[in-house]
């Protein structure tokens, strides 16, 4: 489908160094809005997913905190908490904006889940810290009464709980967007969907899935959902105007037009930060590979001009 | 449309003196995914809408007992959350059922926001309590700094928070899931919306809606999706296999097939307990009112019999 889909994450959610208020969070999405509306204009499918780490990060947050009082819930259900919280959130600002711009077109959350392998070799090497901080002995506990993996980051205040971060397989929602989109209507629709990289669920049996506690990488659920939904573009939206190699070095150079070997070259040098630009770049990659047509890495304000060539990274 | 609407409340969701862990909440909605999975064999439209009143109380609790340490989020953007958490719930699990089943449908959660209106009358006298219990004391300052209204439940506890509950007047992504079930393979989703009656909200200006702290009944709520639908039966799922006259006292008597202006002598003559029977039968009433053919009131062992006219209360 000629369209796009906008993965936002960082500051289009939440104001860095701000107080995490859900005052803060509808200011700075409301910022966000008045330029997806503009891009919103265009022809053709608009889909958004987003991150959830800050968000996801304050219901584990309070879950810990209320463990005396009522039960916890596991990290797949919170993960599909922030999925409602952050859809409620886009959609709200997202279709106020499109009726201030005069744009036709509504927004709707479809909660989202994302198939990942049982075998999958993240499940042996757990990588993403979530959740507080802990003292050695209280890691120990963890360890052995509940089977967690832990690690010591002693500088920024003791163990804390290392997740999975599985590669997303399959978006099982996806065909249900597909169709919405590809109804007589669909264009009028902007869904979001695959939140926080969507829930991480694993098949037991046709049809049959269940949560796991891991963490997906949004941007490569966001080349996914562009894959299954086979819009030609994938932008994500980042608190950088694009990528650059020698960042923060001398020599530094922001890329605008890039040819997808040279980017696959650059990142197979570590030119992009791991955790940071590197799964953006990676996400992209394989998007381009596995039939995409052009992908974007930006931030809000050059978002427009950025799919239009005039701005951000742009790789074919 | 040919087809129903089903509102889950009470036990479809959570097991009554259970301890209110995630496995009993999957556990609880296994069961009724079965009797759902059942009701999905005949043609025709099914969308699932359901409470939330347990699981909003877990997560008010959690911002009260966390607040020192992060923000808050209010009581519209708890909800959204729920409608998250729930709706991951009931869509893995009746997914599942409808596999095991045999029957080709896939369940789809869309967050939903409610209409009510600003001018509303409950917005003058909240009557709806949530949340913790205050010390007198407590009570006072929450009235005044936060402008709160209180209301004193000394054999429960103390001083609780009132919310007004408004009525709903518009499913806002109503317009949506009416063009996705009549698209060409619309009958093969079943849409899970309005939960928790929806995420309530203002109008403000066209397309600019305002979440409110307040709650919307969830029947009410059913109601209006069911008439926004146009479906032919709403059927409101209790704990109860019906309803009943003289409930509880001499001369108790179960309802089965029931004219509409009978219920609604009843209904007028207090027949139907206020906060538990009267608001299903107030809804089911305005559902046949406003264009519905037919209300039901049952259980989740009786639904597929209630449906066939074999059991439940029945209104055409």
Known sequence: MAGTVVALGGNALQRAGGEGTWAEACAQMRRAARTLAEVARAPGVLVVTHGNGPQVGVLLRQNELGAGE??????????????????????SELTAALRRAGVARSVLTVISRTEVRGDDPAFRTPTKPVGRFYTESEARLLRKGRGWTLVNDPARGGWRRLVPSPRPVRWIEGHAVRELLGSKLGSRWIPVVAGGGGVPVVRRAPGVYEGVEAVIDKDLASSLVAR?????????????????????????????????????????????????????????????????????????????????????????
């Open 228 to 316: 299954e939904l086979r819009t030609e573009t994938l932008a994500i939206v980042t608190d950088v105007p694009g990528a650059a190699v020698r960042f923060g070095r001398s020599g530094e150079r922001w890329l605008g037009e890039v040819d997808r070997a040279e980017l696959a070259r650059w990142s197979r040098d570590g030119e992009f930060a791991a955790g940071s630009m590197g799964p953006k770049v990676e996400a992209g990659l394989e998007f381009l590979r596995r039939g995409g047509r052009r992908f974007v890495i930006t931030d809000i304000p050059s978002l427009p001009r950025a799919l239009r060539g005039e701005a951000g990274t742009r790789v074919r």
């Open 70 to 91: 009522v039960p916890s819930r596991p990290l797949d259900v919170l993960g599909a908490e922030t999925q409602g919280q952050i859809g409620y959130l886009v959609q």
